[in-house]
């Protein structure tokens, strides 16, 4: 299994407010900032978060980062179709000397 | 336009090798940091390795360690991935993805396509 834990899934309907969480431990979420990663089906992945909570230029401020000690969050507000993908989060881990992913969560616009 | 073109994939029997390139266009190739990453069928990302710009800092996930070499070539704009020993698990798409900065990992900010290795019999 994922050394950083995310639900396998989320779902909301259009206009929603979802939120997918990424628990980790001191040695990663801890101790360095987080990122997400977003991918559409059948696509590379994309950057969408990175350093816990800044959107790189293009990505919608409905997205949004935030982490807490050795957890984070990844918030989505006015859910649109086209957010219906895998979503990832991913953080330095000290102990392994490598990067570290969450198992992804897919989300489900209904 | 930042470009990330993987290739080098295929079918390999179980115990076989196989290199993998990544040729990059459109950045100051030598002054970034690399990575590849890959994910299984159905299966979520795994970071594999990572190299410095200058080639002078170089991490292995563990379930690849002694048997992948990364390098790269920065008078080519090209990355490598040389794969050895591969077994069955080793089936994935490989991406390879630009660090942000050039001397500690960062994040990715672009990725490539992939390139697709099957490892069977």
């Known amino acids: 299994q994922s050394v950083l834990t995310q639900p396998p899934s989320a779902s909301g309907t259009p206009g929603q407010r979802v939120t997918v969480s990424c628990s980790g431990s001191?040695?990663?979420?801890?101790?360095?900032?987080v990122n997400w990663y977003q991918q559409l089906p059948g696509t590379a992945p994309k950057l969408l978060i990175y350093?816990?909570?800044q959107r790189p230029s293009g990505v919608p401020d409905r997205f949004s980062g935030s982490k807490s000690g050795a957890s984070a969050s990844l918030a989505i507000s006015g859910l649109q179709s086209e957010d219906e993908a895998d979503y990832y989060c991913?953080?330095?881990?000290?102990?392994?000397?490598?990067?570290?992913f969450g198992g992804g969560t897919k989300l489900t616009v209904l | 336009e930042v470009q990330l073109v993987e290739s080098g994939g295929g079918l390999v029997q179980p115990g076989g090798s196989l290199r993998l390139s990544c040729a990059a266009s459109?950045?100051?190739?030598?002054?970034?940091?690399m990575n590849w990453v890959r994910q299984a069928p159905g299966k979520g990302l795994e970071w594999v390795s990572y190299?410095?710009?200058?080639?002078?800092?170089?991490y292995y996930a563990d379930s690849v360690k002694g048997r992948f070499t990364i390098s790269r070539d920065n008078a080519k704009n090209s990355l490598y991935l040389q794969m050895n020993s591969l077994r069955d698990e080793d089936t994935a798409v490989y991406y390879c993805?630009?660090?942000?900065?050039?001397?500690?990992?960062?994040?990715?900010?672009?990725w490539g396509q992939g390139t697709l290795v099957t490892v069977s019999s």
């Open positions: 991913a953080a330095w881990d000290d102990s392994l000397n490598g990067w570290v």
């Open positions: 350093s816990n909570n």
């Open positions: 459109g950045f100051t190739f030598s002054s970034y940091s």
């Open positions: 993805a630009r660090d942000r900065y050039s001397n500690y990992p960062t994040y990715f900010d672009y």
């Open positions: 190299i410095s710009s200058s080639s002078t800092t170089i």
């Open positions: 001191s040695s990663n979420i801890g101790s360095n900032t």
